[in-house]
């Protein structure tokens, strides 16, 4: 009886070593609730880079807008009032492939030595908050979630496909307007 014991109580430990281990090894994924928190995330970064910044407060945002290429532009607040400032500022969101191109996609310019971004239109109506989503893929550091994002007019959802690659480390949002 004594070496059945012994024996079932090694089984188990083996066993749940081995799961142990298999857990421990597995890849880190990027769960739903963690993708939605990021989007969430992003979509404020983004929001407040078009928007000029004012992440603190209004005080140094006082800026008449200009023409520049044919485009109405006014200069960022003075927290994202420098490229490497709106950089720093959108790189726990987004990718720097993304930063990049969107940089570029949004016409920012550096005009006497200040960021400007083009006069836009500001935010939309669909409600991030009560997305539902699904898992595309999963590929490695990759993964892709289909969002259906509800509007706030009650109009027909919207889908959104994110993508988010793990970089140093840390999910990203891999597409700088992904979650507009």
Request: proline content about 3%; hydrophobic content about 40%.
């Amino acid at each position: 009886m004594k070496k059945w014991l012994l024996f079932l109580t090694t089984i188990t430990l083996i066993l749940s070593l081995g799961t142990a281990a298999t857990a421990k090894n597995a890849p880190n994924g990027l769960t739903q609730k963690q993708a939605l928190q990021l989007a969430l995330s992003a979509r404020e970064h983004f929001w407040n880079t078009m928007s000029g910044g004012a992440l603190k407060s209004n005080a140094n945002c006082t800026s008449e807008p200009f023409e520049y290429q044919n485009l109405q532009y006014v200069f960022m607040c003075k927290d994202l009032g420098t490229k490497a400032k709106a950089v720093k500022y959108l790189t726990p969101a987004f990718t720097k492939q993304a930063i990049d191109k969107g940089l570029k996609d949004y016409h920012f310019t550096v005009k006497d030595g200040k960021l400007a971004v083009p006069v836009g239109d500001g935010d939309n109506l669909l409600n991030w908050k009560k997305a539902k989503m699904t898992l595309l893929s999963k590929k490695g550091s990759v993964q892709t979630y289909r969002f259906t994002v509800p509007t706030l007019d009650g109009s027909p959802s919207a889908k959104r496909n994110v993508t988010f690659v793990k970089e140093n480390n840390v999910w990203k949002v891999n597409q700088f307007d992904a979650v507009i």
